[in-house]
């Protein structure tokens, strides 16, 4: 009877802590008439199982909203003097969608062949990976529920050799999930992931997260983040305004952003900004509110000074079209050199058929 109590403790306490907001340790072991010792290790199992527990010295809480910003409670450090003559490749992509009947896998797995061909060993997704549910998508999901989601998106998410993706959470879709059940989300694929054997799929944080680019002689500091709002009618408006709302010394080298399904590169105040495009084709959502979808994915390149400033940058789109446009006689994007069958045109030109 004891242990059957014990197994049903953590669901007690995550009850109980939804209900109250906060309290200390020492009343939940007062309230549940166990030892401190018994309640902090099960808040730990919580944590494990994905629940957003926080302890502050001995403050608990399980808040319905995440703390945005890097999970790890600092910036990710990325060294980039591993890289062959200072130049850092990477791929950013993101709104996926998994989960959706308007997904396109076939855009996502395209892209990480590509990644996996051209030596990309690290991708930023910019988040909503997972379509989630609300009433405004209830016509557009095809996989119900977290658990059945995340299932989905860990057999369907590429994975290559090699290649790792670290990934933000957007506080919408995937985030619809968090805010009802106290989940952190992102950690909790993270933890799916691990178990299942997965180590390429790295959560940063929840909205955004930074990452510092580290030389011999300084650092530069690139954003992932996934905002919120609408499209503007203009596709750089967001990320100026967003550019334009940092507070002095927090602005970034290098912005990477999701959300508005967009491909962009814009130089507002000095930074690099990418919107990373989407994996999902437009939804009846988009087209009501009259939302374009630029299905696609990117590749960036950026050389650092010693410095460490960022002295040099290149970002590649890839599009995709209808689901057929891109058939597999079609889709090498150059790697694969092969002899261009021509045709001859009056005046002696020879050109590509």
Same mark, same amino acid.
């Given at each position: 009877?004891?242990?059957?109590a014990g197994a049903a403790l953590d669901k007690r306490i995550a009850k109980y802590l939804g209900k ?98 051209? !030596? #990309?060993? *690290?991708? $930023?997704?910019? %988040?909503?990976?997972? =379509? &989630?549910?609300?009433?405004? /998508?209830?016509?557009?999901?095809k996989i119900h529920g977290l658990d059945a989601q995340l299932d989905y998106m860990l057999e369907h998410?590429?994975?290559?050799? !090699? #290649?790792? *993706?670290? $990934?933000?959470? %957007?506080?919408?879709? =995937? &985030?619809?999930?968090?805010? /009802? ?23 940063? !944080? ?11 002689? &300084? ?27 940092f507070q002095g010394g927090e602005k970034p080298d290098i912005l990477l952003i999701g959300h508005y ?93």
């Amino acid at each position: 009877m004891q242990k059957s109590a014990g197994a049903a403790l953590d669901k007690r306490i995550a009850k109980y802590l939804g209900k109250v907001g906060h309290t200390s340790i020492v009343a939940l072991a007062d309230h549940f008439d166990r030892s401190p010792r018994t309640v902090q290790t099960t808040l730990e199992t919580l944590r494990q199982q994905g629940a957003y527990v926080q302890v502050d010295a001995d403050v608990v809480a399980m808040p319905q909203q995440i703390r945005p910003g890097n999970a790890m409670g600092g910036p990710l450090v990325h060294d980039i003097s591993e890289y062959e003559d200072g130049w850092f490749q990477f791929g950013a992509l993101g709104d996926n969608h998994l989960g959706s009947k308007h997904e396109r896998l076939d855009v996502l797995t395209a892209a990480y062949d590509l990644y996996a061909a051209e !030596g #990309v060993r *690290t991708v $930023f997704n910019t %988040g909503n990976w997972i =379509e &989630g549910e609300m009433r405004l /998508n209830f016509h557009d999901v095809k996989i119900h529920g977290l658990d059945a989601q995340l299932d989905y998106m860990l057999e369907h998410y590429p994975q290559r050799k !090699g #290649v790792t *993706t670290y $990934f933000v959470a %957007g506080d919408d879709h =995937e &985030g619809w999930y968090q805010r /009802n059940s106290r989940l952190e989300v992102g950690r909790l694929l993270q933890l799916r992931a691990e178990a299942a054997g997965r180590k390429d799929l790295q959560y940063l !944080g929840y909205v955004e997260a930074d990452i510092d680019l580290k030389t011999s002689g &300084g650092r530069s500091k690139l954003k992932v983040m996934h905002p919120g709002g609408g499209s503007a009618y203009a596709y750089s408006y967001a990320p100026q305004k967003i550019v334009e709302s940092f507070q002095g010394g927090e602005k970034p080298d290098i912005l990477l952003i999701g959300h508005y399904h967009k491909f962009e590169y814009c130089y507002p105040r000095g930074v690099h900004v990418v919107q990373t495009g989407c994996t999902v084709d437009q939804s009846i959502f988009m087209r009501k509110q009259k939302i374009s979808a630029h299905v696609g994915f990117t590749l960036c390149r950026l050389n650092q000074s010693p410095s460490g400033v960022v002295n040099r940058f290149q970002v590649e789109w890839f599009p995709f079209f209808d689901r057929g446009f891109y058939g597999t006689a079609r889709r090498n994007f150059g790697l694969t050199p092969a002899p261009m069958p021509v045709r001859k045109v009056r005046g002696g030109r020879v050109l590509a058929a």
